[in-house]
C-alpha cells in the first residue's frame, strides 16, 4: 500500500510565503513522477508543479511559475513546494500525487494521492 501524507499548509496573509512537504511511503520512492495539483471551493481540480523521478527542474502552471519552486529527496521520500508572494487566488486544497507512467500535468494519469492539505491566503 502507498501512502502520501502532506503537510505545512495554513494561514498567510497575501505576499508570504509558506512550503509544503509530501512524504511517500510503501515502495521505493524514485520511481515515481511527483505532482501538486490545488483545487478552490467551486473550481475543478488543477495541475500546479510537477518534477521526475530524477529530480532536476520542476514543470509550472503559467499561474504559480516565477513564485514557486517544486524539489525532491528521494533520500528522504519527500516532494517540496515552497510558494512565495502568495495571492489571494492561491487559496485551495493543495494535493500530492504519485505517478508510475504517463503525463505530468494531467490529473488522471496519477497512481496516488493524498488526502490534502489546506491553504488560505488572506487580503
Known amino acids: 500500500q502507498v501512502q502520501l501524507v502532506e503537510s505545512g499548509g495554513g494561514l498567510v496573509q497575501a505576499g508570504g510565503s509558506l512550503s509544503l512537504s509530501c512524504t511517500v511511503s510503501g515502495r521505493t520512492f524514485s520511481v515515481y513522477t511527483m505532482g501538486w495539483f490545488r483545487q478552490a471551493p467551486g473550481k475543478r481540480r488543477e495541475f500546479v508543479a510537477g518534477?521526475?523521478?530524477?529530480?532536476?527542474?520542476?514543470y509550472y502552471a503559467d499561474s504559480v511559475k516565477g513564485r514557486s519552486t517544486i524539489s525532491r529527496d528521494n533520500a528522504k521520500n519527500t516532494v517540496y513546494l515552497q510558494m512565495n508572494s502568495l495571492k489571494p487566488e492561491d487559496t485551495a486544497v493543495y494535493y500530492c500525487?504519485?505517478?508510475?507512467?504517463?503525463?505530468?500535468?494531467?490529473?488522471?494519469?496519477?497512481?496516488?494521492w493524498g488526502r490534502g492539505t489546506q491553504v488560505t491566503v488572506s487580503s
Open positions: 518534477i521526475g523521478r530524477s529530480g532536476g527542474s520542476g
Open positions: 500525487a504519485a505517478m508510475l507512467s504517463g503525463t505530468m500535468t494531467s490529473q488522471y494519469e496519477y497512481d496516488f
